[in-house]
């Protein structure tokens, strides 16, 4: 039997997760105390596996269970366009949208002089790698449209100038806005009305 302290350490955790307070991770931590069978044995046993297999692919970075991730491994994704994103969750919503067909690269950040992160910080040597390697003809841009997407932007689309086709979404992402906020919709619009760098 649990003791209290320790429903309360796992109160302390649940309320470190994004869009979770303390209020919030009381609620759910009974919710899921009363429904044991059904909720908090089974996600006990899948937090454990994903814990135990969780990685980066050593390709994309995007996160799954195998060193190259299914997107990676697939040729049917091998179409020549690779989309340029910020996040592992901007990766996810593009693919939730279904639009696009080809590969990802995921930065894992934005360049930021504030923060002192550099393009070496990021995932950005590597893409002029894959750009000959995977036979890349368009590379979209599909970066945050705050100050330091734009930034990191400009500076990929400086690199790569002149080897192959730059596109960006189209209006549509909203300034500030994450791509992981918008509707599938709204995403399958600004891609294929994409415009060149
Ligand atoms: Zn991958």
């Known amino acids: 039997m649990s003791s209290p302290s320790e429903i309360d350490h796992l ?10 307070g303390p209020r919030s991770a009381r609620r759910a ?8 069978a059904l909720l908090l044995t089974p996600l ?23 060193d190259i991730c299914d997107i ?36 894992g950040g934005t360049l930021s002089a504030l ?16 750009i000959d390697t995977e036979g890349i003809t368009e590379v979209i841009l599909a970066l945050n449209a705050t100050v330091d997407g734009q930034t990191t932007a400009h500076y990929i689309a400086d690199q790569l ?5 730059l596109t960006s ?6 300034i500030g806005g994450e791509l992981d906020y918008l509707d599938d919709g709204t995403i399958s619009a600004a ?7």
């Open 161 to 165: 100038q002149g080897r192959v086709r």
């Open 72 to 107: 990676c491994d697939s040729e049917k994704r091998a179409t020549g366009e690779l989309c340029v994103v910020e996040d592992v969750a901007d990766l996810w919503a593009m693919e939730r949208s279904g639009v696009f067909k080809g590969r990802y690269h995921v930065l």
């Open 44 to 66: 006990a046993d899948v937090m454990q596996e994903v814990a135990a297999t969780a990685r980066e692919c050593l390709n994309c970075g995007n996160v799954g269970t195998t």
């Open 115 to 130: 923060d002192s992160i550099g393009p070496e910080d990021l995932r950005i040597p590597r893409l002029a790698d894959r």
């Open 11 to 20: 109160i302390d955790l649940m309320a470190k997760l994004p869009g979770l």
């Open 191 to 197: 891609l294929r009305a994409r415009k060149d760098i």
């Open 29 to 36: 931590v009974l919710h899921l105390i009363r429904k044991r």
């Open 169 to 174: 979404l189209a209006q549509g992402v909203p």
